[in-house]
């Protein structure tokens, strides 16, 4: 399976920590964002990704130039920001528009349980599937409902979007590419139709959204036991 990583964003939340930083490379225990969704994406053996940059892209490409696990292909955005699903559109090469990809959004820590592998593909007429979780008190997140064999609807329920999918990128062929497009919008036209689905995550998130967020856990131990098997990943990789 393929995966797209979403790291193209101005990370304007966090505030000064991304005036000379883009988000997917800020450090929490010494672990990039953008190096634990990699490390992720080896351990559910994802074949080859793309990496959609933007502000400040020329220091994410640096950090990947020495990457050796797996291909990863750089898609830059010098000229303006492609949004969401316009970065994704633009990005993917025709040959792999055929092939279901994994999305994944960086901002977010994900801890699957030791069983959890992303589905590696769609059922019959299913563009989308979403991986959800419990909407958490106080937060303005999107309310999803999970319905009738998986399908999902939005604006009411008590489920939201975690930041990791998988998409059949056939489902974006109708956007001109160049141009700016969110992924919130496809979910909501194919939801509309019957053609995204949904379960919840299996495991656990911790959201780094946010300055605050982000401050109040710098001082945690996130990763627990598994940040040697982390480091010796981010090591072995040869990042710098």
């Known amino acids: 399976m393929n995966a797209f990583v979403l790291a193209a964003g101005f990370g304007k939340r966090m505030g000064s920590l991304t005036e000379n930083c883009p988000k997917p490379l800020l450090k929490i225990q010494g672990i990039t964002l953008l190096d634990y969704s990699l490390y992720l994406l080896n351990e559910w053996k994802i074949s080859n990704v793309w990496i959609n940059t933007h502000y400040l892209g020329e220091k994410i490409k640096s950090h990947l130039q020495n990457f050796t696990k797996y291909p990863i292909h750089v898609v830059e955005e010098k000229t303006e920001i492609l949004g969401t699903a316009g970065g994704i ?51 303005n997140y999107t309310q999803i409902n999970i319905g009738e064999n998986g399908r999902l609807e939005f604006g009411k329920g008590s489920f939201y979007y975690i930041g990791l999918a998988v998409l059949n990128p056939n489902c974006l062929i109708h956007l001109e590419k160049n141009k700016y497009y969110d992924l919130s919008d496809i979910f909501k036209e194919c939801a509309a139709r019957g053609e995204i689905t949904g379960e919840v995550f299996s495991g656990t998130v911790l959201d780094l959204g946010t300055k605050e967020l982000w401050d109040s856990y710098i001082q945690k131990d996130i990763f627990g036991k598994e940040i040697t098997k982390i480091l010796s990943f981010v090591n072995s990789s040869k990042m710098t």
Request: charged share 20%.
């Open 89 to 139: 559109r633009t990005g993917l090469p025709k040959d792999s528009l055929n092939e279901s990809i994994l999305l994944i959004n960086p901002d977010t820590l994900f801890f699957p349980n030791p069983d959890f592998s992303p589905n590696d593909s769609l059922s019959e007429r299913i563009k989308i599937h979403l991986y959800l979780l419990p909407s958490p008190p106080n937060q």
